[in-house]
């Protein structure tokens, strides 16, 4: 049976002051697709430069991912900061350690 990979994801913009949640199955090029879209109205995260990885978790199945990808959307700030320093408590961006591996 083949193992599948699914993320749920929070990103910031370069200060720091916007956090963006969402879910995918493949996070470097996500992440990507976030650098790029930078500065774009169109989307969220493009319009406040959330491309900064500060926090991400694996899911083996889509529908476990989803349900956290909702549940986190419903936290307030402070929890989903909380959250964030619990695994990166010098929030570094951790876009280069992810398209290492």
């Known amino acids: ?15 720091k002051t916007v956090l963006y ?9 996500r992440l990507d697709e976030h650098t790029l879209n930078s500065g774009s109205p169109i989307t ?16 083996a199945q ?3 991912a989803i349900d956290r990808e909702k549940e986190l959307k ?3 700030r402070s929890k989903k900061e909380a959250l964030i320093k619990r695994i990166n408590p010098e929030w ?3 876009n280069d350690e992810i398209k290492e591996d």
Do not use: Q
């Open 1 to 15: 049976m083949k193992s599948h990979n699914y993320f749920v994801y929070i990103t910031t913009n370069p200060k």
């Open 62 to 64: 889509v529908a476990h």
């Open 21 to 29: 949640i969402g879910m995918t199955n493949d996070l470097p090029r």
């Open 74 to 76: 419903k936290w307030s």
């Open 92 to 94: 570094k961006f951790l």
């Open 44 to 59: 969220f995260a493009g319009r406040y430069h959330c491309f900064n990885l500060l926090y991400f978790e694996r899911f």
